[in-house]
């Protein structure tokens, strides 16, 4: 069974300064991974994915994310923080066959200033 | 256009009271889903179908039931609503296909309280 690890509840980092969200998986197979954000009160957005091309995958706002198969991880960075980043980050791998996606517990961004 | 719809976006409910959770989507997607999200907890797949007519059991379904009799709705209802069902409900859909390459598109979820 697929199974996600997110290894901080809760990243706190300066406004202009790096981001590093963790996100390890588990999968018997080449998996999809995607992270989402979430905002207070509203709904998951897509901030991007990976699917078996390109292993260093660009999303929007600036975020990217690394693929590496040998650590299972698919890490989330963005070079420089913004206020607006501030947020819940989920990691998400798919199951096989891909009708169900199995999501990390999230990691809360602060951004302070 | 529109995407995901949740009704309502807020709901108190007494104990044993039953309601349903409206959720439409305009993209023509197969493959809808929903989740309920508990503080630190992450989405738990609660119901999912992968087309009209066909509905299928996730992680914890207790308590819930779904039917699909159109692409667009897929409404979840609570029978005997429990404190335990207090949560953020979120709906989901996606183009479906095997593969699962295709990200799930959200509703902005329907906060329910159960007292």
């Known amino acids: 069974a697929q199974s996600v690890t997110q290894l901080d509840s809760h990243v706190s980092v300066s406004e202009g300064t790096p981001v590093l969200l963790r996100c390890n998986y588990s999968?018997?197979?080449?998996?999809?991974l995607f992270w989402y954000v979430q905002h207070p009160n509203k709904g998951l957005q897509l901030l991007l994915k990976?699917?078996?091309?390109?292993?260093l995958v660009k999303g929007i706002n600036g975020f990217e994310a690394e693929f590496k198969k040998s650590e299972t991880s698919f890490h989330l960075t963005k070079p420089s923080a913004h206020m607006s980043d501030a947020a819940e980050y989920f990691c998400?791998?798919?199951?096989?066959?891909?009708?169900?996606?199995?999501f990390g517990p999230g990691t809360r961004l602060s951004v302070l200033p | 256009n529109a995407g995901v719809t949740q009704t309502p976006k807020f709901r108190i409910l007494k104990i044993g009271q039953s309601m349903t959770l409206q959720c439409t989507q305009d993209?023509?997607?197969?493959?809808m889903y929903w989740y309920r999200q508990d503080p630190g907890m992450g989405l738990k797949l609660i119901y999912y179908?992968?087309?009209?007519?066909?509905?299928d059991k996730g992680e914890v379904p207790n308590g819930y039931n779904v039917s699909r009799s159109t692409t667009e709705d897929f409404p979840l209802r609570l029978e005997l609503a429990a404190p335990s069902q207090t949560s953020v409900y979120f709906c989901?859909?996606?183009?479906?296909?095997?593969?699962?390459?295709?990200?799930?598109?959200f509703g902005d979820g329907t906060r329910l309280s159960i007292l």
């Open positions: 989901a859909s996606r183009v479906g296909g095997w593969g699962g390459d295709q990200p799930q598109h």
């Open positions: 999968s018997s197979y080449s998996p999809s």
């Open positions: 990976y699917t078996s091309a390109a292993t």
């Open positions: 998400v791998v798919i199951s096989r066959g891909g009708q169900n996606f199995v």
């Open positions: 993209m023509n997607h197969n493959y």
């Open positions: 179908s992968v087309g009209a007519g066909i509905t």
